[in-house]
């Protein structure tokens, strides 16, 4: 089984920083894309940014040059460093790693952690 854990999140300040991050553990044979994902109260669940197995990362515009997501294959671990925090980056937020535990493309699966609350107030 695989197993996701977001931590890192809490409360901060407009305009600070805050660094999340998103383990995976269990019978992984191979990672492929990994997304970082948000909902705020009451709306629905949006993706932020992304990173593939080849280093290709992708942004929503409204956390272009404010967020970073970087991963590291050896810890299974997938990072999203976010600066210039402000109220509409408050939610909960939450990692999808899709991953392969056995031989070939039938094992291949997306699993979603449980999520970490960020808070930015207004």
């Known amino acids: 089984q695989v197993r996701v854990v977001e931590s890192g999140g809490g409360l901060v300040q407009p305009g600070g920083s805050l660094r999340l991050s998103c383990a995976a553990s269990g019978s992984i044979l191979d990672i492929g894309l990994v997304a970082w994902y948000r909902q705020a109260p009451g709306k629905a669940r949006e993706q932020v940014a992304s990173?593939?197995?080849?280093?290709?990362?992708f942004y929503i515009d409204a956390v272009k040059d404010r967020f970073t997501i970087s991963r590291d294959n050896y810890k299974k671990t997938v990072y999203l460093q976010m600066n210039w925090l402000n109220s509409e980056d408050t939610g909960v937020y939450y990692c999808n790693v899709r991953a392969r535990t056995g031989p070939g493309w039938g094992f291949w699966e997306n699993y979603w952690g449980q999520g970490t609350q960020v808070t930015v107030p207004s």
């Open positions: 990173v593939g197995s080849d280093g290709a990362t």
